[in-house]
C-alpha cells in the first residue's frame, strides 16, 4: 500500500515517526532540519512553543538518535547555548527511479546524502522486476549495515500516469510490460518496508526541495523535468504539489510549434512531438544528420521499449556533436530551446513564478545550449517580464534527482508537519 498525509501504515513501529509523537513535535524536528544547527531558544522563538515543551521535546528526539547536541551557537547578547541539529544516521531511506532507459536505487541519509547506490538490469517482466528491486535493496541495507528501526521506507519515482493512492502503475508510454501493476504493494510484500510511489517528476521537486540549494531557488519555483519524457512541476512555499491525483505536470501537449509536426492528440507542434529526445532524434534523422539508420521509433502515444538502447545512443550522439562543434546540430538544440522556453513561458505565467529549475535524466547532455535560450524567451515573450527578472537555474543535484527526491519524500512524509486536522495548510503558523 502507498503513503499519504491522511492514511495509517502498518509498518509504523519503528520505522515512522510514532516515537517522535504529535503535530508539535513534528513542528520542532522540522524547524531544526530546516536550521541546520539552532538552540532550544531559537526553535522556541520560531515556533511559538514555551522553552519546556521545546527542552521536553528535544529530549525525546534525542532519545530516538533523530537529533543531536553538536557545539554552541550565541543567541543575542547572553552566554553561547548549546547547539542541536539532525542526527544524519538518525533515519534512512531508499530511493528507486524507474526510468524506462535506467533503473537507479540509491540508500540516502537524513542529511540528504546518498551513501550508496546500484543500478540493477531489469528484466521485462514486472513481477520479476519487482523481485529483483526488493533484492537490490536488501543488498544496499545489508552492506552498509542499516538497522531496520533507522529505516523510514521506500520510495520510488516512476513516469505517469499513476494511481498514487493505490501505489498502482498505469499505463506509462515506454514502459512496457507495466500496465496496471500494484508496484507499491508488491514491493511492500517483498520487503517488509512501506513503500510510497510518485510521478517522476513530483519526486524530483521533493529532491530539489529536500536536499538541493534552497538559498537559490527560494520557496517558490517551477521544475523541469527533462527525461524521455518531459513534464513539470511545482513548490509553493516549499511544498511539493501533486494535484488531485499525483499526476500534475503533464505538458506533452501545449503547443510550442503551430507549424511543426502533426500529434496523434490532433494538434501540431506539441512538445511530445518536438521536444523530447525521440522527437529531436527523429528530426534530426530526416535531416540527414545521421549516417545510418537510427532505429529510433516515431513519436506516438504509446512508444515500447524496443528501441530505448538505439533512442539513448542516438541522442547522446547527436548532443555531442552539438557540443563539439557541428553547428547543424547545435541550431537543432538550440530549436528546440526556444520551443520549450515558449512553454516555461506559459507556465510561468500561468503560476506567477520567477524561478524556474531544470533537471532529469538528460538535462546534463542538454545544460550547456537551453540554460541562456530559455531565459532569453522568458525575458522576452512572457507578460509578467514587466513585474519581475526570471532566474533559470540547474539541479545542484545532477542526474539522480527522482532518485534522491523518491527516498525524501519518504522521510519528508515522516518528519514535515502537515496541517493538523481540518486545518488548510495556510493556518500551520498558528499551532
Same mark, same amino acid.
Given at each position: 500500500? #502507498?503513503?499519504?498525509?491522511?492514511?495509517?501504515?502498518? /509498518?509504523?513501529?519503528?520505522?515512522?515517526?510514532?516515537?517522535?509523537?504529535?503535530?508539535?513535535?513534528?513542528?520542532?524536528?522540522?524547524?531544526?532540519?530546516?536550521?541546520?544547527?539552532? #538552540? %532550544?531558544? &531559537?526553535?522556541?522563538?520560531?515556533?511559538?512553543?514555551?522553552?519546556?515543551?521545546?527542552?521536553?521535546?528535544?529530549?525525546?528526539?534525542? !532519545?530516538?538518535?533523530?537529533?543531536?547536541?553538536?557545539?554552541?551557537?550565541?543567541?543575542?547578547?547572553?552566554?553561547? %547555548?548549546?547547539?542541536?541539529?539532525?542526527?544524519?544516521?538518525?533515519? *534512512?531511506? @531508499?530511493?528507486?527511479?524507474?526510468?524506462?532507459?535506467?533503473?537507479?536505487?540509491?540508500?540516502?541519509?537524513?542529511?540528504?546524502?546518498?551513501?550508496?547506490?546500484?543500478?540493477? !538490469?531489469?528484466?521485462?517482466?514486472?513481477?520479476?522486476?519487482?523481485?529483483?528491486?526488493?533484492?537490490?535493496?536488501?543488498?544496499?541495507?545489508?552492506?552498509?549495515?542499516?538497522?531496520?528501526?533507522?529505516?523510514?521506507?521506500?520510495?520510488?519515482?516512476?513516469?505517469?500516469?499513476?494511481?498514487?493512492?493505490?501505489?498502482?502503475?498505469?499505463?506509462?508510454?515506454?514502459?512496457?510490460?507495466?500496465?496496471?501493476?500494484?508496484?507499491? $504493494?508488491?514491493?511492500?510484500?517483498?520487503?517488509?518496508?512501506?513503500?510510497?510511489?510518485?510521478? !517522476?517528476?513530483?519526486?524530483?521537486?521533493?529532491?530539489?526541495?529536500?536536499?538541493?540549494?534552497?538559498?537559490?531557488?527560494?520557496?517558490? /519555483?517551477? /521544475?523541469?523535468?527533462?527525461?524521455?519524457?518531459?513534464?513539470?512541476?511545482? @513548490?509553493? $512555499?516549499?511544498?511539493?504539489?501533486?494535484?488531485?491525483?499525483?499526476? @500534475?505536470? &503533464?505538458?506533452?501537449?501545449?503547443?510550442?510549434?503551430?507549424?511543426?509536426?502533426?500529434?496523434?492528440?490532433?494538434?501540431?507542434?506539441?512538445?511530445?512531438?518536438?521536444?523530447?529526445?525521440?522527437?529531436?532524434?527523429?528530426?534530426? &534523422?530526416?535531416?540527414?544528420?545521421?549516417?545510418?539508420?537510427? $532505429?529510433?521509433?516515431?513519436?506516438?502515444?504509446?512508444?515500447?521499449?524496443?528501441?530505448?538502447? /538505439?533512442?539513448?545512443?542516438?541522442?547522446?550522439?547527436?548532443?555531442?556533436?552539438?557540443?563539439?562543434?557541428? &553547428?547543424?546540430?547545435?541550431?537543432?538544440?538550440?530549436?528546440?530551446?526556444?520551443?520549450?522556453?515558449?512553454?516555461?513561458?506559459?507556465?510561468?505565467?500561468?503560476?506567477?513564478?520567477?524561478?524556474?529549475?531544470?533537471?532529469?535524466?538528460?538535462?546534463?547532455?542538454?545544460?550547456?545550449? *537551453?540554460?541562456?535560450?530559455?531565459?532569453?524567451?522568458?525575458?522576452?515573450?512572457? @507578460?509578467? %517580464?514587466?513585474?519581475?527578472?526570471?532566474?533559470?537555474?540547474?539541479?545542484?543535484?545532477?542526474?539522480?534527482?527522482?532518485?534522491?527526491?523518491?527516498?525524501?519524500?519518504?522521510?519528508?512524509?515522516?518528519?514535515?508537519?502537515?496541517?493538523?486536522?481540518?486545518? #488548510?495548510?495556510?493556518?500551520? #503558523?498558528?499551532?
Amino acid at each position: 500500500m #502507498s503513503l499519504s498525509k491522511q492514511s495509517e501504515s502498518p /509498518f509504523l513501529q519503528g520505522t515512522n515517526l510514532t516515537a517522535v509523537g504529535d503535530y508539535n513535535r513534528s513542528v520542532v524536528l522540522d524547524t531544526i532540519r530546516k536550521a541546520g544547527q539552532i #538552540s %532550544r531558544v &531559537e526553535v522556541s522563538h520560531l515556533t511559538g512553543l514555551t522553552s519546556q515543551t521545546v527542552t521536553n521535546m528535544v529530549r525525546k528526539l534525542i !532519545d530516538s538518535g533523530l537529533v543531536q547536541e553538536e557545539g554552541t551557537v550565541t543567541v543575542g547578547r547572553g552566554k553561547p %547555548r548549546t547547539a542541536i541539529r539532525l542526527n544524519p544516521d538518525g533515519r *534512512y531511506a @531508499v530511493g528507486i527511479h524507474l526510468e524506462p532507459a535506467k533503473t537507479t536505487v540509491i540508500l540516502i541519509n537524513l542529511a540528504g546524502h546518498i551513501i550508496d547506490r546500484d543500478l540493477p !538490469d531489469l528484466p521485462d517482466d514486472s513481477a520479476q522486476a519487482i523481485a529483483a528491486l526488493a533484492s537490490t535493496v536488501s543488498l544496499l541495507l545489508g552492506r552498509n549495515g542499516i538497522p531496520g528501526k533507522r529505516m523510514g521506507g521506500i520510495g520510488i519515482a516512476i513516469p505517469g500516469p499513476v494511481d498514487a493512492r493505490r501505489g498502482t502503475v498505469l499505463d506509462p508510454p515506454n514502459l512496457s510490460g507495466w500496465r496496471n501493476v500494484r508496484l507499491a $504493494h508488491d514491493l511492500e510484500l517483498s520487503t517488509g518496508l512501506p513503500v510510497f510511489m510518485e510521478k !517522476d517528476v513530483t519526486a524530483a521537486c521533493h529532491g530539489q526541495t529536500w536536499a538541493g540549494k534552497g538559498e537559490e531557488t527560494g520557496q517558490d /519555483f517551477l /521544475f523541469m523535468y527533462m527525461g524521455l519524457g518531459i513534464a513539470f512541476g511545482t @513548490v509553493r $512555499h516549499g511544498h511539493v504539489y501533486q494535484g488531485r491525483t499525483g499526476n @500534475v505536470g &503533464e505538458m506533452g501537449h501545449i503547443v510550442v510549434d503551430t507549424s511543426g509536426p502533426a500529434c496523434w492528440c490532433g494538434q501540431r507542434g506539441c512538445v511530445a512531438v518536438t521536444c523530447d529526445p525521440r522527437s529531436l532524434v527523429k528530426q534530426a &534523422e530526416k535531416e540527414g544528420l545521421f549516417p545510418a539508420p537510427t $532505429h529510433v521509433q516515431d513519436p506516438r502515444a504509446f512508444n515500447d521499449s524496443a528501441d530505448l538502447p /538505439f533512442l539513448d545512443e542516438a541522442f547522446k550522439s547527436l548532443c555531442q556533436r552539438a557540443h563539439g562543434g557541428d &553547428e547543424v546540430c547545435r541550431d537543432l538544440l538550440l530549436e528546440s530551446a526556444g520551443r520549450i522556453g515558449r512553454a516555461v513561458t506559459i507556465l510561468t505565467d500561468l503560476w506567477d513564478m520567477d524561478t524556474v529549475v531544470f533537471g532529469g535524466p538528460y538535462w546534463h547532455l542538454l545544460e550547456d545550449i *537551453y540554460l541562456d535560450r530559455v531565459a532569453q524567451v522568458l525575458r522576452r515573450r512572457s @507578460v509578467l %517580464r514587466q513585474v519581475h527578472d526570471f532566474k533559470v537555474l540547474s539541479t545542484t543535484l545532477g542526474g539522480d534527482i527522482a532518485a534522491i527526491g523518491a527516498a525524501s519524500a519518504i522521510l519528508d512524509h515522516d518528519l514535515t508537519p502537515g496541517p493538523a486536522p481540518g486545518m #488548510s495548510g495556510k493556518d500551520r #503558523s498558528a499551532i
